[in-house]
T-cell receptor
């Protein structure tokens, strides 16, 4: 089954404790992206990647890191989480970018709470 | 001003009703337009693309007005299963980023 898989789905952590949210897709998609969704603000892009070893900042990259060592994986790293990073995070992928088709395939989301 | 603005709703309609949502976007360089659907606590999914000539998919009709910079979604004969949040999404030419509106919530009741 074609899918985008995120882990963990739910996490409660404390300020400053490094964490990684993994994302994997099995559709051989070139483009991958991370979004966060907050009430009243909608989905905002954190980082995206057009291909292996190619990553770029989105609208809200501060406090996050990403890597794209393999095509299928695009982990999101919070080196020192803070309470303002409490949010619902979505990983998404697309075959060749979003500028034409606009179709992003989303993971089920990871709800992160930072105390 | 937000790049993409939507009325958050909720729109409460009975089954069988016709309901329309509008969305405005601020950047005239926007090139591609879409509607996504998001069920409660679930991931967004593409509902349909929006073309300049307008397009229809079953009970759903999407239209684009570039001059006024708004996009619309019309749902006819609403079903209970249409209850969801509808996200207006815009992309600018050359940018690998979809800009999402905050969504309009629809509640269809029996």
């Amino acid at each position: 089954e074609a899918q985008v898989t995120q882990n963990p789905r739910y996490l409660i952590t404390v300020t400053g404790k490094k964490l990684t949210v993994t994302c994997s897709q099995n559709m051989n998609h070139e483009y991958m992206s991370w979004y966060r969704q907050d009430p009243g603000l909608g989905l905002r892009q954190i980082y995206y990647s057009m291909n292996v070893e190619v990553t770029d900042k989105g609208d809200v990259p501060e406090g996050y890191k990403v890597s794209r060592k393999e095509k299928r994986n695009f982990p999101l790293i919070l080196e020192s989480p803070s309470p303002n990073q409490t949010s619902l995070y979505f990983c998404a992928s697309s075959l060749g970018g979003v500028s034409n088709t606009g179709e992003l395939f989303f993971g089920e989301g990871s709800r992160l709470t930072v105390l | 001003r937000k790049e993409v603005e939507q009325d958050p709703g909720p729109f409460n309609v009975p089954e069988g009703a016709t309901v329309a949502f509008n969305c405005t976007y601020s950047n005239s360089a926007s090139q591609s337009f879409f509607w996504y659907r998001q069920d409660c606590r679930k991931e967004p999914k593409l509902l349909m693309s929006v073309y300049s000539s307008g397009n229809e998919d079953g009970r759903f009709t999407a239209q684009l007005n570039r001059a006024s910079q708004y996009i619309s979604l019309l749902i006819r004969d609403s079903k209970l299963s249409d209850s969801a949040t509808y996200l207006c999404v815009v992309n600018m030419a050359g940018f690998q980023k979809l800009v999402f509106g905050t969504g309009t919530r629809l509640l269809v009741s029996p």
